[in-house]
């Protein structure tokens, strides 16, 4: 099997910056899009950003031009740097990927435990 664990998270103050980090890890075979979503508190999760195994990016409207996706294949690592951060950014950050692991016959969609973003002066 595999997972992801997420790290980086914390609190920033308006303006700033933070860059989180995801690794997958277990018996991987080879891993497709991988992605970061957001769920502010009260509201439904949401996609910020995802790359593909070409590295193909997309964001949402709204972190256009502050966040940044990017992938490293040989360490299975998806980051994502946040910059010009506002209030509005607050929100569990969670991680996604498609995996296949050794022995499975297709991929797999695999969340992290999520890790927490606080924008707050």
């Known amino acids: 099997q595999g997972q992801l664990v997420e790290s980086g998270g914390g609190l920033v103050q308006p303006g700033g910056s933070l860059r989180l980090s995801c690794a997958a890890s277990g018996s991987i075979f080879s891993i497709n899009a991988m992605g970061w979503y957001r769920q502010a508190p009260g509201k439904g999760r949401e996609l910020v950003a995802t790359?593909?195994?070409?590295?193909?990016?997309n964001y949402a409207d709204s972190v256009k031009g502050r966040f940044t996706i990017s992938r490293d294949n040989a360490k299975n690592t998806v980051y994502l740097q946040m910059t010009s951060l506002k209030p509005e950014d607050t929100a569990v950050y969670y991680c996604n990927a498609d995996l296949l692991v050794f022995g499975a016959v297709r991929y797999l969609e695999v969340w992290g435990q999520g890790t927490l973003v606080t924008v707050s002066s």
């Open positions: 790359i593909t195994s070409g590295g193909s990016t």
